[in-house]
């Protein structure tokens, strides 16, 4: 299926490895050109012009950090006018509540909740005048069944699942398109550092501790990037024009719930 969007310009944040690079691949499989952002250049380039390579789509590289003020300026400045922003950032850590203090929050909600508001409200003038644009962001399945364990991740994300299902609405009659992608299990360097952490706490092997968690998921096995991609690509593409504020879990059936 010709997903309509060869030509379009896509800001990817935090896309050097993951599911940030899985969406723009799949992107730049589609013909769009990408603004690529990660905070470590080495793997941010390697990961450019492998694409670049692949595709032979456009590629600009921004190392920063998109969760500081002028890691966004620096990414935005860069980007230009684009027709897709995917939003995303690094997830906070794991802990207890009796571990979280103010600046634990304050530090969750800047990557996982006021960066993409920031990213959200900078993009929307330029898509809304051209009458076209994408935003999809990668949040979590704990917006739906919240992990104990990543409280700083279910409090930040579920903020910004309010401001997604508010705006949305707010700019849905000009042509753009803002929607959440949900992953569960993906099999990421994200799950290795949670293995570690869990495996510490639960005194057993990574690899048990990885086991166990598969054995959460009804399909029995992870998820990939690619998959995860592939829904991106779809959420962005022409075909897509009326899901509006949505929440789509990619989970291989980990959510037991009917809707
Ligand atoms: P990952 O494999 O660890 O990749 C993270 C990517 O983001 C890397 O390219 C990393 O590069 C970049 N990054 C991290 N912090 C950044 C920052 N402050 N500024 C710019 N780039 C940054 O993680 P992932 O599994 O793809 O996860 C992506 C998001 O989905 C995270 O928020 C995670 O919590 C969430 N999530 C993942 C899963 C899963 O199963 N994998 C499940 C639920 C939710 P640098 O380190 O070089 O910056």
Known sequence: MDLGIQGRRALVCASSKG????????????GVDLILN????????????????????????????ITTEAGQAAVLEAAGGIDILVTNAGGPPPGM???????????????????????????????????????????SVAVKAPIPVLGLSNTARSGLTGYVAGVSRQVAGSGVTINNLLPG???????????KVDAGARGISEDDARQARMQTVPAGRFGTSEEFGAACAWLCSAKAGFVIGQNILLDGGAFPGAL
């Open 19 to 30: 599911l940030g690079k899985g969406c723009a691949e799949a992107l730049a499989g589609e």
């Open 38 to 65: 990660a905070r470590g250049a080495e793997s941010l380039e390697a990961t450019a012009a492998n694409i670049r390579s692949t595709y032979g789509v456009s590629v600009v590289a921004v190392a920063a950090d």
């Open 97 to 139: 509540w009796s571990d979280w203090g103010r600046d634990d929050f304050i530090a969750a909600f800047d990557a996982n909740l006021l960066t993409p508001i920031a990213l959200i409200k900078a993009s929307l003038p330029g898509m809304i005048d051209r009458g076209w644009g994408r935003i999809v962001n990668i949040t």
């Open 185 to 195: 299990l993906h099999d990421t360097d994200r799950l290795v550092t949670l293995d």
